[in-house]
């Protein structure tokens, strides 16, 4: 990613990273201080310096820099994992959404609250803790089975992207299986939860994901020179000295635990793990998403999102509601234009 | 036949299976180094699975392959590739990429984490290019070349990994025969100015002929002939290895074994 740049191209992609990079801050900022309780900029910085009256500190501190720093991360963790997923399948649509790994770990999650939460009135404390790895487990173990059945010497991408699209249809019809039979409460959260918000998100929900991200993504930019020679296909990677099998499960393990740590968060916010990417490899021009500046933008989309539906759409729409109003047609526009059906090779 | 240097590459006791279907059982074969050597064979006759062999795109069931005299199976495949480069037949060129950048993925084996891009692997790249006519397309877009040109590019690409040997696997399929000619000429370059060890798969016997130290044909799972182009392209050889009628003339421009498949009468009448 930041490595010498070799071309024209590497040069460009240096120079979308910067100025992702250089608008996250600026963004993040205005995003704290926008809200029903307007601060003025200066307002926020002098309370993030420790410098503001006691309200302010209530404000910034405790409600909306958690919520903006989870939104960051969430919106990391999904840029990052779809980019790894789509150039590890050579197709944009083989996004952790559409492969199934999104709904294995809303269903994990979703289990945690209406199991856990209903019948063993779980505090609110045990239930942080246990949430990211329900979550962890369904998208691994969905990860596996969907991996599995794809599987047939050699995994094509249209196959993983088919049993992707059936386990998710499966996997959803449990998922609402579990709501309508829980109690009304945890049914209610659940189904909140299930549409994808930062609304209930205090400090507690920012450490898993703010370790996942920080863990996985040096181990994902480890495999960024691997992953553009695996774009020529398996046997001019191994020609090249790329161990594909062991490159194979430390992209898709990253991609699948940064999903789970996204979704145990914030709920399935749709479609951030497909558009970041998308969007980033058409400013770089490059044959496939670059890793680092796929997340800040990720970062970006569902900070700006969020800000979005708490300011000027009326009575705070959530989060994953605004992601899937912009992306859906993006993925409609992508599928009609015929040049993109080869999609990245 | 005998050789009495180490073999760059050497099948010992090699079987080679899909599944459950056999290729090759219990196959000996060595390819000397700083030469040409071309397997030749009917469709579905298995060179080219020997070739992925070789190039340890296959793994066998049984036996082993040998790289300078020391088993494959036993080198990191990155150390592998720094020695041997393997040009599959079906790769897949990306979008979005120029020809430079294409190139330039040949330095892969070469490169670290600890040890990223270098002025050597600027040379590397500028040297293929240069010695594949491709210096002047270097920022093209790859996946706009003509045929003869993205060949030539993933040439390059394979010189570039600057390996004493390089496999090929139809290195000239859907070109014209004057861009066969081209990339062709261009091996025998490669072998004449670097002393590397060639080992390719063709379907044109009579270029085969023309470009090749040595011939192997193969089929029924085992070498059927072996040995300088003249002793292998001959009417009985071709009758056993491609159930082929055919005499064998010297190519009037080169000397070398013409290929001139009989008439079938029974086409006509």
New interface residues.
């Given amino acids: 990613m930041l490595?010498?740049a070799?071309?024209?191209?590497g040069t460009r992609v240096l120079v979308v990273t910067v100025a992702a990079l250089a608008a996250l801050l600026p963004v993040l900022v205005l995003a704290i201080a926008a809200g029903s309780s307007q601060l003025g900029l200066g307002d926020v910085v002098r309370t993030l310096m420790g410098a503001g009256t006691p309200s302010q500190e209530l404000i910034v501190l405790e409600l909306r820099l958690p919520r903006v720093l989870c939104g960051a991360l969430v919106g990391a963790a999904l840029g990052l994992a779809g980019a790894l997923t789509q150039t590890f399948a050579?197709n944009p649509l083989a996004t952790p959404d559409i492969l199934g790994v999104t709904s294995g770990a809303a269903l994990g999650a979703v289990a945690a609250i209406v199991l856990a939460g209903g019948s063993y009135s779980v505090g609110a404390g045990a239930l942080t803790l246990g949430l990211p790895a329900a979550a962890a487990i369904g998208a691994l173990g969905t990860a596996a089975v969907v991996y599995g059945l794809s599987w047939r010497s050699g995994v094509d991408s249209y196959r993983l992207i088919l049993v992707g699209i059936g386990a998710t249809a499966a996997l959803t019809g449990v998922t609402s299986y579990l709501i309508a039979r829980a109690q009304l409460t945890e049914a209610s959260t659940a189904a909140q939860w299930l549409v994808g918000s930062l609304s209930g998100v205090s400090w507690a929900s920012v450490w898993p994901v703010l370790v996942a991200v920080a863990v996985l993504t040096p181990i994902a930019l480890?495999q960024s020179?691997?992953l553009?020679?695996s774009?020529?296909?398996d046997?001019?990677s191994?020609?090249?000295?790329?161990?594909v099998q062991r490159h194979r499960l430390v992209i898709v393990a990253c991609a699948v635990l940064l999903t789970a740590a996204a979704v145990s968060a914030a709920g399935p916010i749709e479609f951030v793990a497909f558009v970041s990417p998308q969007i980033v490899?058409r400013l770089a021009?490059?044959?496939?998403p670059p890793l680092l500046a796929s997340a800040v933008v990720g970062a970006l989309v569902v900070v700006g999102a969020d800000t979005l539906s708490r300011t000027v759409l009326p009575g705070e729409v959530p989060v994953g509601i605004v992601t899937a109003v912009i992306g859906a047609p993006y993925l409609i526009w992508l599928l009609t234009r015929r040049k993109d059906r080869?999609m990245?090779? | 036949m005998t050789v009495t240097t180490t073999p760059a590459l050497a099948a010992r006791g090699v079987t080679l299976a899909y599944d459950q279907a056999v290729v090759f059982r219990e196959l000996d074969l060595s390819i000397e180094p700083g030469r040409v050597t071309t397997l030749i064979g009917a469709n579905g006759s298995g060179k080219s699975t020997l070739l992925k062999a070789f190039g340890r795109l296959l793994t066998p069931s049984a036996g082993g392959i040998e790289l300078d005299g020391a088993p494959a199976r036993s080198l990191p495949t990155r150390q592998i590739a720094r020695r041997l480069a393997i040009l599959p037949q079906k790769p897949l060129t990306p979008s979005a990429t120029s020809v430079r950048d294409l190139v330039s993925r040949g330095r892969h084996p070469h490169q670290s984490l600890l040890r990223p891009w270098t002025e050597q692997d600027a040379a590397a790249v500028a040297d293929a290019l240069a010695a594949t006519g491709m210096t002047e397309l270097a920022d093209r877009d790859a996946a706009s070349l003509s045929g003869g040109q993205l060949q030539r590019a993933w040439i390059a690409l394979v010189l570039a990994q600057q390996t004493p040997i390089i496999l090929l696997d139809e290195p000239t399929t859907f070109l014209d025969l004057s861009h066969q000619l081209d990339v062709l000429h261009l091996v025998r370059s490669i072998n004449a100015e670097r002393g590397a060890t060639v080992v390719m798969v063709l379907h044109d016997l009579s270029l085969a002929g023309r470009f090749s130290d040595r011939l192997v044909a193969v089929g029924r799972g085992r070498v059927l002939a072996d040995g300088p182009p003249w002793e292998v392209l001959t009417p009985t050889v071709l009758r056993d290895a491609f159930d082929l009628d055919a005499r064998v003339i010297a190519d009037p421009c080169t000397g070398s074994p013409l290929v001139v498949p009989e008439d079938r009468l029974t086409y006509l009448s």
Avoid at chain 1, 6 to 9: G, N, Q, T
């Fill in positions: 490595a010498p070799r071309s024209r191209r050579r480890t020179s691997t553009s020679v774009l020529l296909g046997d001019v191994t020609g090249l000295g790329v161990a490899r021009g490059t044959a496939r080869e990245l090779t």
